[in-house]
Nanobody, 112 residues
Framework: QGQLAESGGGLVQAGGSLRLSCAAS????????IRWFRQAPGKEREFVAG????????SYAASVKGRFTISRDNAKTMVYLQMNSLKPEDTAVYYC?????WGQGTQVTVSS
């Protein structure tokens, strides 16, 4: 049984930075793509960024490209989301996803 656990959320002012972490455990995700999604109040969950665990290929939503960077540490089975130049519209619960597993989410709040 696989598990994903997010951490690193918090409250930050606009223009600030946060780094989210996703810890993968319980099974191998080495052949998977790990993705970050987010969901703001009253909105649908949306894709933010993804990375292929083996090759490290990345993809980003247009709204975060150039500001967010996804990376992974194979040895630690961790995936990170470095978020810079944060905007109030980035406020959401951020989720880590792989295969059919979801983490519990971590809240990111950006104040104006």
């Amino acid at each position: 049984q696989g598990q994903l656990a997010e951490s690193g959320g918090g409250l930050v002012q606009a223009g600030g930075s946060l780094r989210l972490s996703c810890a993968a455990s319980g099974r191998s995700f080495s052949s998977d793509v790990i993705r970050w999604f987010r969901q703001a109040p009253g909105k649908e969950r949306e894709f933010v960024a993804g990375i292929s665990w083996s090759a490290g290929f990345t993809s980003y939503a247009a709204s975060v490209k150039g500001r967010f960077t996804i990376s992974r540490d194979n040895a630690k089975t961790m995936v990170y989301l470095q978020m810079n130049s944060l905007k109030p519209e980035d406020t959401a619960v951020y989720y880590c996803h792989a295969q059919n597993y979801w983490g519990q989410g971590t809240q990111v709040t950006v104040s104006s």
